[in-house]
């Protein structure tokens, strides 16, 4: 008997952030097993997709409807999307001081798998917990000493990198959304996240990479590339439009699409004026 591949489906979706109009209608669908890329400028609303598909409170959907295989996210708080599979990497992970990494992935990987449990009840085994979490890290080449680090605290852009792909690797979502931001990662943190990502990947997983690194999309090549301009996608393309993008930028991409470029520009004179 096989089984239908899961889908992350997005239609229509508008989303205001204090009462600002940044996603105008986007529509997507990602399956299993799946990767694609989504580019755009800066600005262009693609953290904003990533934040609003788990549930980010800041972000309001006005319009439109994520699902997951029919079933309507649009209401669903951040714990229960992830539970049904979703795991968005954040462009900037936040730092919990005084929790270790291996304590944090321990109730992260118990909420996943015990979906009925709640807060206050027991964890998964600590001995099970360890001999997987240890296994994890040696098939992904992640030092030991790593786990009894504090979450986040005075880690490299390599390290909160590893500790991305560790979630991701113990997590196993049906669809992950990573955020890669272009300042501050130095080519081993890319590297990290790009092999790490490879192996990871695989029929059981549906990705969205958002990234200005080729190098990422190198190692995981999308089948599909969209490109993002003013709050929709404007284009969706194969491997080729990523590096085509890569080398020559948007100006090509606001050429072909002159009143998503004009509605870039409106909005860039609205916020000067609002700061
Ligand atoms: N929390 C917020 N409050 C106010 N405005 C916001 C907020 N988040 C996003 N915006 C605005 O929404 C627009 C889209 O931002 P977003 O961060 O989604 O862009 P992006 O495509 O991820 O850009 P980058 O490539 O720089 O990461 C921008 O104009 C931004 O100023
Ligand atoms: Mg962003």
Same mark, same amino acid.
């Given at each position: 008997m096989s089984q239908q591949p899961s889908s992350l489906k997005i239609e229509n979706l508008h989303v205001g952030v204090d009462g600002v109009d940044i996603l105008k209608g986007v529509n997507l669908e990602i399956r299993q097993g799946e990767v694609h890329a989504l580019m755009g400028p800066?600005?262009?609303?693609?953290?904003?997709?990533? %934040?609003?598909?788990?549930?980010? @409170?800041?972000?309001?959907?006005?319009e439109g409807q994520i699902s997951l295989d029919g079933t309507p996210l649009n209401e669903l708080d951040p714990n229960e999307r992830a539970r049904l599979g979703l795991f968005l990497a954040f462009q900037y992970p936040v730092t919990i001081p005084?929790?270790?990494?291996? +304590?944090f992935l321990r109730t992260a990987v118990t909420n996943i798998r015990r979906p009925e449990r709640r807060d206050g009840e027991e964890l998964m085994s600590l001995r099970e917990f360890r001999k997987e979490l240890l296994g994890t890290m040696q098939q992904l080449n992640i030092d030991q000493e790593f786990a009894r680090r504090y979450l986040n605290d005075g880690f490299s852009g390599g390290e909160k990198k590893r500790?991305?792909?560790?979630?991701?690797?113990?997590?196993? @979502?049906?669809?992950?959304?990573? +955020?890669?931001?272009?300042s501050g990662l130095d080519s081993d943190a890319v590297r990290v996240v790009s092999e790490g990502l490879s192996k990871l990947s695989g029929p059981h997983m549906g990705v969205l990479i958002i990234t200005h690194h080729e190098r990422l999309l190198e190692f995981n090549r999308p089948q599909y590339t969209h490109v993002m301009l003013a709050g929709r996608i404007v284009e969706t393309g194969d491997a080729s439009l990523a590096h085509e993008l890569h080398a020559h930028g %948007? !100006?090509?991409?606001?050429?072909?699409? @002159?009143?998503?470029? !004009?509605?870039?520009?409106?909005?860039?004179?609205?916020?000067?004026?609002?700061?």
């Amino acid at each position: 008997m096989s089984q239908q591949p899961s889908s992350l489906k997005i239609e229509n979706l508008h989303v205001g952030v204090d009462g600002v109009d940044i996603l105008k209608g986007v529509n997507l669908e990602i399956r299993q097993g799946e990767v694609h890329a989504l580019m755009g400028p800066n600005g262009s609303g693609k953290s904003t997709l990533a %934040y609003t598909l788990v549930g980010h @409170p800041k972000y309001e959907i006005t319009e439109g409807q994520i699902s997951l295989d029919g079933t309507p996210l649009n209401e669903l708080d951040p714990n229960e999307r992830a539970r049904l599979g979703l795991f968005l990497a954040f462009q900037y992970p936040v730092t919990i001081p005084g929790v270790r990494v291996a +304590d944090f992935l321990r109730t992260a990987v118990t909420n996943i798998r015990r979906p009925e449990r709640r807060d206050g009840e027991e964890l998964m085994s600590l001995r099970e917990f360890r001999k997987e979490l240890l296994g994890t890290m040696q098939q992904l080449n992640i030092d030991q000493e790593f786990a009894r680090r504090y979450l986040n605290d005075g880690f490299s852009g390599g390290e909160k990198k590893r500790m991305e792909i560790l979630q991701l690797a113990m997590l196993k @979502p049906r669809f992950a959304l990573l +955020d890669e931001t272009d300042s501050g990662l130095d080519s081993d943190a890319v590297r990290v996240v790009s092999e790490g990502l490879s192996k990871l990947s695989g029929p059981h997983m549906g990705v969205l990479i958002i990234t200005h690194h080729e190098r990422l999309l190198e190692f995981n090549r999308p089948q599909y590339t969209h490109v993002m301009l003013a709050g929709r996608i404007v284009e969706t393309g194969d491997a080729s439009l990523a590096h085509e993008l890569h080398a020559h930028g %948007y !100006a090509g991409v606001r050429e072909r699409h @002159p009143d998503a470029a !004009a509605e870039e520009q409106a909005a860039k004179i609205q916020e000067t004026a609002a700061n």
